[in-house]
């Protein structure tokens, strides 16, 4: 049965906020594609994608890899819509940032020209990051999305996950200017650190290093120092919204709130006196980069509305770290 609104592909989905898009994209009325990394030996589970309401109907998982472009037009074929959200992560910051970089550009670029193969596709949605905006050495509290992280920056301060901000920043370039060259109709989304619950098995990095403070990871903690956070849930909303909102154009940042190490470990502690906190004053000696805020101003012109805060995003991910075994 095809979904009253149409169908549309979800790359990977079998991430952290890729399973919560398609979860509420059936939750919306839409028929989904979504593509998963292939699996020769078969020991990827995607029961908790094939058990989401309404995807013994309406939801197909498709293999495809981003170091092979063409992988994804099967997928892509006869969609009104495509979420591009896969994204090559080298945590480790084992390859190049060059490999890195080119597999991603490779892969974004292949899937838009299958978008233009298909003809049906009326929009891409491509999930930037935050760290396409804010790496760039300028001394301001808040950015909006006239701003680009910088390369040469990058590599001169040499962060953790360096190869992944390159690699995001100029996929998105590559993205607009594909998008500009060929009229195919393409938004960005740029949220900042996705927090929240899950339905994908593995712990999402994002939430372990939010919950820094409650795994005990203090190496952790210089990330969180001033972090701008968003909830899952409101950042799969953003997508939906800016595929169907018409006059959607460009970049949009998303992200809600921003928090520093003592005022996160001061609200943990009071709502769970069962984690061994540490307290807000013990942590003042943790010195981390001080990036600037993601300044929503655009996305909420626009009309969107974030449904969470905070608390919620903190609450949720530690409840569902719980059930999940992970605390």
């Known amino acids: 049965m095809e979904g009253e609104k149409g169908r549309v592909c979800v790359t990977g989905g079998s991430g952290f906020l890729g399973s919560w898009l398609i979860m509420k994209l059936l939750d919306h009325g839409y028929s989904v594609n979504t593509t998963v990394r292939s699996d020769p030996e078969h020991k990827k589970d995607v029961s908790f994608l094939t058990a989401l309401p309404g995807s013994a109907e309406r939801l197909q998982i498709f293999n495809a890899d981003l170091s092979n472009p063409e992988s994804f037009n099967v997928a892509i074929e006869g969609c009104i819509g495509v979420f591009h959200v896969a994204t090559p992560v080298d945590f480790q910051d084992k390859e190049p940032e060059e490999v890195v970089t080119k597999r991603s550009i490779d892969g974004a670029l292949g899937i838009l020209k299958a978008c233009l193969n298909a ?122 919204f800016l595929f169907e909102h018409h006059d959607a154009k460009g970049r949009y940042n998303c992200s809600s709130d921003v928090i520093t190490l003592e005022k996160m470990a001061e609200l943990l502690s009071a709502k769970f006196p069962e984690f061994q906190i540490p307290s807000a004053d013990s942590l003042k000696e943790f010195k981390g980069p001080k990036f600037p805020g993601l300044s929503s101003k655009k996305l909420l012109d626009s009309g969107f509305k974030f449904k969470h805060g905070v608390d919620e995003m903190l609450g949720d991910a530690i409840q569902c770290c719980k059930e999940k075994g992970y605390l």
């Open 119 to 240: 003809k049906t596709v009326k929009r891409v949605v491509y999930t930037s990051s935050a760290s396409a905006v804010v790496v760039n050495g300028k001394d301001v509290e808040e950015m909006d999305e006239s701003f680009w992280s910088d390369k040469d920056y990058i590599k001169a301060i040499k962060p953790y996950m360096g190869s992944y901000m390159i690699s995001k920043t100029l996929t998105e370039r590559a993205v607009l200017e594909f998008s500009e060259k060929f009229g195919l109709d393409v938004v960005t989304v740029i949220p900042s650190f996705v927090v929240g619950p899950f339905i994908c098995p593995k712990l999402p990095g994002s939430v372990k290093t939010t919950l820094a403070l409650v795994f005990g990871n203090k190496d952790e903690y210089p990330f969180l120092t001033n972090c701008s956070m968003v909830h899952v849930d409101d950042v799969a909303r953003a997508h939906i």
